[in-house]
């Protein structure tokens, strides 16, 4: 049944790629043009101060990132199913509305991959030296990938939502851990996209071709591309999770607030879970945590709550 649900997902992605392509395209052509802009302005201090550093290049994704909410906005809108999307006021529209978190979200990001990276590097460089350094190693390798899961859900939530940057971050590390299944499946995207394009950028046979190729796949291709394989990984539960949340938030203040007025009785009786969108395979071992609608849950209790459930649904 998993594996059914799986080559359905994956023939519905595959379907809506190709449908969505042409529009996917044009919106790269809208994010080309500051691409090139930003890039070259730090080009070009990267070579008149001599630094020569690739860090001075990556300084590109501060000011970029704000045109990164535009292609994040069109995607989302794909990947929700919507038929006509109008690439060119969703993609504005993101940028003016979600500008400021943007830019607060490529300092962040870029203060991550700098610190992840000199400390794997350094740490990597005293482990050829002593083993015992291999463990903060280790560490910094864990703690990186948590931060790429993390700004797989950054991005789409607060174009998404208008909820608070506090929110944001924490929503997002909390579905680093309990959407771990979905995150490798857009790893998994990311994989072959890059697959792709290294073997695309191995054909060209002479530095002209390779300069060419680069730039129509950093221009043309492959940043809508990225932000629509990871939306079609995590986009679907990431939605679900914060609307499930925001309903559950409104039902406890409703009540909290009868309670305060002296009203010991709501106007709805509370409808209970019936674990009808909960899949689990009751045949695994082990009993570990699931994250299940913003709870950390063991597998046993999951399992005996959906069965009660089905119990209750069948004595109706």
């Not at 909410?69 to 006021?89: F, K």
């Not at 995150?183 to 792709?196: D, Q, W």
């Not at 291709?221 to 938030?249: E, G, H, Q």
């Not at 305060?260 to 395979?281: M, N, W």
Request: glycine fraction near 6%.
């Amino acid at each position: 049944m998993a594996s059914e649900k799986n080559a359905v997902a994956l023939t519905g992605f595959f379907s809506s790629l190709f449908h969505n392509l042409p529009k996917l395209l044009f919106t790269n052509l809208l994010f080309a043009v500051p691409f090139a802009v930003i890039f070259g302005i730090f080009y070009l201090i990267n070579i008149l101060t001599g630094l020569n550093s690739m860090f001075i290049y990556f300084l590109t994704v501060i000011p970029l990132f704000p045109f990164y909410a535009g292609v994040t906005q069109v995607t989302s809108h794909m990947v929700r199913g919507e038929e006509n999307v109008d690439i060119l006021p969703n993609f504005i529209g993101g940028i003016k509305e979600n500008w400021l978190r943007f830019l607060v979200h490529g300092i962040v990001m870029y203060a991550a991959v700098f610190i992840s990276y000199y400390s794997i590097v350094l740490y990597l460089g005293l482990g050829s030296k002593n083993g015992m350094f291999y463990v903060p190693l280790a560490l910094c390798i864990l703690i990186a990938v948590f931060f790429l899961f993390m700004f797989f859900y950054v991005s789409p939530m607060t174009v998404t939502f208008d909820i608070s940057m506090k929110d944001i971050y924490k929503n997002s590390a909390l579905m680093t851990f309990g959407e771990l299944k979905h995150n490798l499946f857009a790893v998994f995207g990311i994989l072959i996209l890059f697959l792709v394009c290294a073997t695309v950028l191995m054909c060209s046979f002479t530095p002209v071709l390779l300069i060419i190729f680069t730039i129509v796949l950093a221009l043309f291709i492959v940043p809508s591309i990225l932000s629509f394989i990871i939306n079609s990984a995590v986009y679907k539960n990431m939605y679900s999770m914060i609307v499930d949340k925001d309903s559950k938030s409104k039902t406890i203040d409703k009540k909290m607030e009868n309670r305060r007025k002296g009203q010991f009785r709501d106007d709805e009786e509370p409808v209970a879970e019936d674990y009808s969108d909960l899949e689990i395979d009751e045949s695994a071992d082990g009993d570990e945590f699931i994250f299940y609608h913003g709870k950390m849950m063991k597998r046993s209790y999951l399992i005996k709550l959906k069965k009660e459930a089905e119990e209750r649904k069948n004595l109706k």
